[in-house]
């Protein structure tokens, strides 16, 4: 994928508050430090656009990001926040439950994970939920440079074992954003949903 241009547009607090201009929304989620924000990143080639933290839930709001003015890469924040208190903790979840269920130009989202831990009952019951949904998903392991090789080799195998109900081989992502791998390939997974249905049809 070649970034042209990249524009962050705007915070919001609500799903009511994105963009609805008709261009297709691609969103990552996942748990809290889980590179998110890190990975949008790295896709887009740019080094501190959307903001990163070592301290988790640091991102509270949608963040819609125009990339070539041709589609939006949404950072959510992250779900499974212990620290934070439960009233924040309560608000989080249906702000982008809502989001993915009630926008129309939601395409697909990455579903990030740490391939160093094992899905999670979080990670179980979004996956479950998107299932029912039909929103297209991609599940994305991060930090994949904080194994060695043949450890990685390992649990790469590991996943796909586990995933296999949920997602066809060969769907599962790896990704390192610190040794910049990944990349192309996961561009080339989801570059397909984020044509404008006007553009597809012409
Ligand atoms: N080694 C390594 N560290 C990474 C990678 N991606 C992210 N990190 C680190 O993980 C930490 C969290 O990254 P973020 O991108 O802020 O995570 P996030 O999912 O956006 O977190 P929240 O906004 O809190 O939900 C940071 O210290 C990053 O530097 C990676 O590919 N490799
Ligand atoms: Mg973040």
Known sequence: MKIN????????AEFSQAPVDGLPHLAVAGRSNVGKSTLINYLLGRRSLARTSGKPGHTRLLNFFLVNKAFYLVDLPGYG?????????????????????????????LLLMDLRREPAQ???????WLGKSGLPFFPVLTKIDKLKPQARAKKLRFWREQMQG???SGA?????????LGREELWA???????KESDAEA
């Not at 241009?5 to 919001?12: D, G, L, M, N, P």
């Not at 926040?81 to 809502?98: C, L, N, S």
């Open 166 to 168: 949920e997602v066809a």
């Open 122 to 128: 979080e990670e179980a019951r979004l996956m479950a």
């Open 81 to 109: 926040y212990a620290a934070v208190d439960r009233k924040t903790k309560g608000e989080w979840g249906p702000m982008v439950h809502d989001y993915l269920e009630g926008h129309p130009d939601v395409k697909a989202l």
């Open 5 to 12: 241009t990249v524009e962050f547009i705007k915070s919001a």
């Open 172 to 180: 599962l992502s790896p990704v390192s954003a610190l040794l910049k």
């Open 189 to 195: 997974k989801v570059a397909p949903l984020l044509v």
